[in-house]
C-alpha cells in the first residue's frame, strides 16, 4: 500500500506564500491523477486541485490563480505552491490519490 506524506504547512501572514509537498511511498502520481484537498475547522473538506497523470492541472475557484499544484515523478513528489494567502485558507490540507490520503499539514494564516 502505497502511503502518502505531506509537509510545508505553518504559520503565513495574509499575503504571504506557503509550499505543500506530497511524496509518496512508490511510484504512483507518473500514472495516477493526484488531488489536493483541505479542510477548514468547522468546514467539510473540500477540493482544491488536481494535477492529472499528464500534467493537467484544475483548481477551484476560490484558489484559480493563487495556487499551482505541479509534479515531480523522479522524486515522487506533487507540490502546491499557494501565493497571496488569506485569512479563509487556513485549513489543514491532504493530498490524495487513488483514495489514499495522508495524514495532512495545517496550514494557518494569520497575522
Known amino acids: 500500500q502505497v502511503q502518502l506524506v505531506e509537509s510545508g504547512g505553518g504559520l503565513v501572514q495574509p499575503g504571504g506564500s506557503l509550499r505543500l509537498s506530497c511524496t509518496a511511498s512508490g511510484s504512483i502520481f507518473s500514472d495516477n491523477a493526484m488531488g489536493w484537498y483541505r479542510q477548514a475547522p468547522g468546514k467539510d473538506r473540500e477540493y482544491v486541485a488536481r494535477?492529472?497523470?499528464?500534467?493537467?492541472?484544475n483548481y477551484a475557484d476560490s484558489v484559480k490563480g493563487r495556487f499551482a499544484v505541479s509534479k515531480n515523478n523522479a522524486k515522487n513528489t506533487v507540490y502546491l505552491q499557494m501565493n497571496s494567502l488569506k485569512p479563509e485558507d487556513t485549513a489543514v490540507y491532504y493530498c490524495?490519490?487513488?483514495?489514499?490520503w495522508g495524514q495532512g499539514t495545517l496550514v494557518t494564516v494569520s497575522s
Open positions: 494535477i492529472l497523470h499528464n500534467g493537467i492541472t
Open positions: 490524495s490519490v487513488r483514495g489514499i
